[in-house]
């Protein structure tokens, strides 16, 4: 389909996490021996991993964090993106830890800093995925 946004991937080891988001859940890998929090998936690097993520689970996350870096796009790298312009494209540092990669909306782009704190808002969407973005908090 011509000018579509790309859907997320659906690989293994991420769906999970789109499954939930469905639900307007957002979820997180966290280590079930130690507490720490990965995104995206990922095995624990404080200690060993035997079996292969059978110390991971996905657990709900505050969907809470800060902004660790940001752009703002005056233009669009992909036509389906025009009608969204200026956008901020920010990494996210969540309080969990990791960093996510969304938008910051809500608010006007000039305003957006690093270090600004932010809050999660789903974004539905008519595919089915809900799209995890970020508001002032
Ligand atoms: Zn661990």
Known sequence: MP???PKPSLDADIAPFWEAAKKHEFVLMR??????????AAYCRFHDNEPLFGNMEWAKASGRGKVFSYNVSYRAFNPAFAGDLP?????????????????????PVETVKVGM?????????????????????
């Not at 956008?87 to 608010?107: H, K, Q, R």
């Not at 974004?123 to 799209?131: A, K, Q």
Request: net charge negative; proline share 13%; charged share 25%.
């Open 117 to 137: 704190p932010v809050e999660l808002v789903w974004e539905d969407n008519p595919d089915g995925y809900p799209l995890p973005k970020f508001r002032p908090d």
């Open 87 to 107: 956008y901020v494209y920010a990494l996210i540092e969540l309080e969990e830890g990791p960093l996510i990669s969304s938008n910051v909306t809500g608010c």
């Open 31 to 40: 280590c079930k021996k130690c507490g720490a929090w990965y995104f995206p």
């Open 3 to 5: 000018n579509a946004k």
